[in-house]
């Protein structure tokens, strides 16, 4: 089987208006446009088909979101707001989520296309899937948008595998470069859905994503945080999958694993300051894949993001369905030897033992959700 790969025109024309990196121009902030914005998610799909690999996989046309879909994440009366912008003069959702004239339709199509992505891989239509969606999705709570993100498209195609496939093992990586806080609140008493979020410490959103956050409930032990110091790297991210992601995948042993890809840890990312490179996030995506084989009979999703650099991210995409497919390519990074990233230090290390230290106590809880 193929991979797929869902996207849709419609994305690239979600329009957040004039800003200056994340803030609305205005003051002595010169109106540009805000770092999400169509040119990056575009040259994804340029990139996939200038290099062969797009008719190698199988494109799929997502379908729209429907309101009832939407509303097993988000309130009906924050639904209705994103609808009223969208239909007239179009606004802030939240905390930088801005609507344009006509994105409620498009975040409808966004969140559709990772409810296509559930569906084509649990039908076995194809062996995986990546969604190129658009808005991003998983800052978005359920009763506002922050940061870009209006729906939570990762949060509604897993309340979908849940509703629909009757899943109890879902497992949710969101390894964007800021802290996943929307998918964290939807799912944070939820024990049928793992949520681990990888990210530079105390990026965006503001006092969000500790080590100690981890749960409420019967999902105590269900919500984990790697918050990863500024320039951890290659190496600090793979030994972080290794030495904690695995071990804790490995006890929940998911049905379905839905990944967030923020490519903003990127080494060249405006909003970011994670210095990983297109290799790393290859070699992450295998750790992952490795993990659907064991545990979910190869199930997983890739949902974009984050990512800001036109330059790096298309590389950055690449790499990750170039493992998903296993077709290589003949695109060489052309930016690979501008940083040195071949070892843990120690700053890294110790953050990495916090969390360690921190989730280990709830491990055995994955065994006994497994038995019951």
């Known amino acids: 089987m193929k991979t797929g790969y869902i ?169 964007d470069v800021h802290h996943g806080n929307g998918t964290e609140k939807v799912f944070y008493e939820d024990d049928e859905v793992l949520f681990i979020s990888i990210h530079q410490h105390l990026s965006f959103p503001n006092n969000t994503g500790y080590a100690t956050d981890t749960g409420k409930g019967k999902g105590e032990g269900f919500n984990v945080n790697i918050p990863l110091p500024a320039g951890t790297g290659d190496a600090g991210y793979l030994s972080a999958f290794q030495s904690i992601i695995e071990p804790i995948a490995n006890e929940f042993k998911p049905e379905l694993i839905i990944i967030s890809a923020g490519q903003d840890p990127g080494m060249f990312d405006p909003l970011g300051r994670m210095n990983m490179t297109a290799a790393g996030f290859s070699a992450i995506t295998n750790v992952m894949l490795k993990l659907a084989d064991n545990h979910s009979n190869g199930n997983i999703i890739f949902v974009h993001e984050g990512g800001y650099s036109n330059a790096y991210v298309p590389f950055c995409t690449l790499r990750i369905i170039e493992e998903m497919s296993g077709i290589k390519t003949d695109v060489e990074d052309p930016f690979t030897g501008s940083q040195a990233l071949d070892e843990v230090n120690i700053v890294q290390q110790q953050a990495i033992n916090e969390v360690i230290k921190t989730q280990s106590k709830y491990w055995e809880s994955f065994k006994s959700l497994i038995s019951r």
């Open 7 to 175: 996207f849709d025109e419609s994305f690239f024309w979600h329009d957040n208006g004039s800003g200056t990196l994340y803030l609305p121009a205005g003051g002595y902030l010169e109106p540009d446009v805000f770092v999400e914005h169509p040119s990056t998610k575009r040259r994804v799909n340029n990139l996939l088909n200038r290099c062969g690999l797009m008719e190698k996989l199988e494109t799929i046309s997502p379908r729209s979101a429907t309101r009832e879909e939407i509303e097993k994440v988000h309130l009906p009366s924050y639904v209705d707001y994103v609808k009223q912008l969208s239909d007239t003069t179009g606004g802030d959702a939240g905390n930088h989520a801005i609507v344009g004239r006509g994105s409620y339709e498009i975040a409808l199509l966004s969140a559709g296309a990772a409810i296509t992505a559930v569906d084509s891989v649990l039908t076995s239509r194809v062996k995986n899937a990546y969604s190129l969606s658009r808005p991003p999705g998983h800052h978005a709570e359920p009763e506002k948008g922050i940061g870009f993100c209006i729906f939570n498209n990762v949060a509604i195609a897993a309340r979908h595998a849940q509703k629909e496939y009757g899943l109890k093992r879902i497992l949710i990586l969101d390894w």
